[in-house]
């Protein structure tokens, strides 16, 4: 069973930067895909960066283009996301998703198998 444990969410002024990263554990992360979402209260969960463990690969959603960055540790199996010049629309619990699928719609969230717990994101203005 894939495990995965996210930290780094916090309060940060507008501006700011951040770092949360996604501890991964329970299989083989030589292939799949693991992104980030976040859901604001009252909101649906959105797809925010995707990283694909074989080809490195990324993409982004377009209000986070620019400023936010997903990349990989292969040794730690960890995956972080980078977020800097935040705004107060970027707050929310940030969701660290895995799946082993292939060929779906990685900006759907139910295309993936695993979650972690979320953290906050919280900008001031």
């Known amino acids: 069973q894939v495990q995965l444990v996210e930290s780094g969410g916090g309060l940060v002024q507008a501006g700011g930067s951040l770092r949360l990263s996604c501890a991964a554990s329970g299989r083989a992360f030589t292939s799949g895909t693991m992104a980030w979402f976040r859901q604001a209260p009252g909101k649906e969960r959105k797809f925010v960066a995707t990283?694909?463990?074989?080809?490195?690969?990324?993409d982004y959603a377009d209000s986070v283009k620019g400023r936010f960055t997903i990349y990989r540790d292969n040794v730690k199996n960890t995956v972080y996301l980078q977020m800097n010049s935040l705004k107060p629309e970027d707050t929310a619990v940030y969701y660290c998703?895995?799946?082993?699928?292939?060929?779906?719609?990685?900006?759907?969230?139910?295309?993936?198998?695993?979650w972690g717990q979320g953290t906050q994101v919280t900008v001031s203005a």
């Open positions: 990283l694909r463990w074989a080809l490195s690969a990324t």
């Open positions: 998703t895995d799946t082993w699928r292939s060929g779906n719609d990685y900006h759907d969230p139910t295309s993936f198998d695993s």
